[in-house]
């Protein structure tokens, strides 16, 4: 039983990485436990768009300029609409993520991770059980090939994915939300890029569809397809998926291009969230909240709610332990606030349904101006809340735009005339809720 660390991590992906990485650099000697024994292991269902919202954390740990150098495109993305395609206008300065392979990916950032002095990255090593005393997280014991193994220390993290053994373990309630959508996607070498090196993301209301380009002239095109035609895909994988390819408006040219992997996909993807932090442990990326894949947020968030749980809990870690309960409910509160809206109303797209006024209004007017355009990818890339998309100057600007304004009914929800002025806590989250 070795007590020799501050902070034991359980999984070395995009969150665990991460935060190994932001804790050490703050002094914390931190286990890093990984239960795949190769380091170039990388999580293969994922189509890795990462938002920009987490380029301050890339910068932070370095990762931009690793990726960078690994040929990963600065992304930006066109969206197709009814009313038309919706472009940000673009240019150098504009904020924005990656576009990069998890199989580039994972094994650049693990590397970073593992050369970060007070690292222990522990290849081979799956965890199966925590350690309590007196209610509260204080270790965890697993095996290593043939080897059980133990380790103490002052916080567990369960950065292990949407599946999460830590959560599990440590009895951590999850919500659910049906996912309405089922998704298969392919990689491809030398298609035509349509838009440069911008991604096209297809709503048709209820499916829709990416075309990402990536390194290496590589590009991933994903159908995202409501499950009402789940048996036609089914039927004919191969068949189904390069005839949805093949009927986008503006369809990529998948003919002339070289097809480079199987059709990988999943059927059934539920949304889950958890609350991020109990006594003695935290939970970040997916363990604490495993949104839709649609929105493109998994790797963004996994970055940043590693970020915040250092920076709300290092000095406690690193500090005796004194204050880290507080810490954990600090990071908890600001992981809600930072994804909770957002992921309210992912959650709600996710049932594929057509869209709602809202949606209407506002994806009709990033189509019609450059201004709204703009203003409508940045919510996209998660550059920011909710409330601010839909301010009363944006949605005033909306109106003057689309030539019509939003219902009496949906207004009233908006200002918050019904649902807020109270200061209470159920009544902030109708609020929320209003905007569907
Ligand atoms: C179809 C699909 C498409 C997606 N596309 C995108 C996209 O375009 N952009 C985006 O940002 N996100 C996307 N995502 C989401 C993204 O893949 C995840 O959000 C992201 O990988 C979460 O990172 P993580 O580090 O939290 O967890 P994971 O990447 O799942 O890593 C968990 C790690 O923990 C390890 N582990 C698990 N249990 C144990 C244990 N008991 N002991 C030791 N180790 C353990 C695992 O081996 C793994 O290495 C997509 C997801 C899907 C399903």
Redesign the pocket.
Known sequence: MSNAYDVII?????????AALLYARQGARVAL????SDMD?H?V???????AS?YAVMAETGLDKVLEKAGALPNTAHYWTRWGWIKPPHDGDSAH?Y?VR?ATL?PLLRRLAADTEGVDLKLG????ELLFEDGRVVG?A?TAGEEAFSLRARLVVG????????ARLAGTPAEMAENGRF?Y?AYFRGLPRQAGDAARVYYLEPDNA?V?PMEDDVT?I?A?VSKQRLGEFKADLEGAYLNFIRSLPEAPDIDSAERISKI???VN?PLISREPSGSGYAL?????L??D??????????MQ??QWLVSESAAAVTGGGEGLDAALESYSVRHGAETGPHHHLIADYAAARPFNEIEEFSFSAAARDPLMAAHFHSFGSRLMTVEEFLSPEVVAHMERVNGHGLSEEVLRQLTGEDVTGTGDEAAENEYAGATR
């Open positions: 359980n999984g070395a992906s995009v969150a665990g990485c991460t436990l990984e239960r795949r292991a999580k269902l994922c189509t890795h768009y990462i938002q987490a993520g576009s998890r994972d090593h799956a965890v199966n965890v697993g950065a292990d994915g949407k599946e999460s053994t830590v998704s996607f990416y990402m991933v994903a995202i990988i996909g999943t993807y970040i990326g997916d363990a604490a495993a949104s894949p649609l929105a493109a947020v998994g790797c963004a968030w996994a709610s590693a």
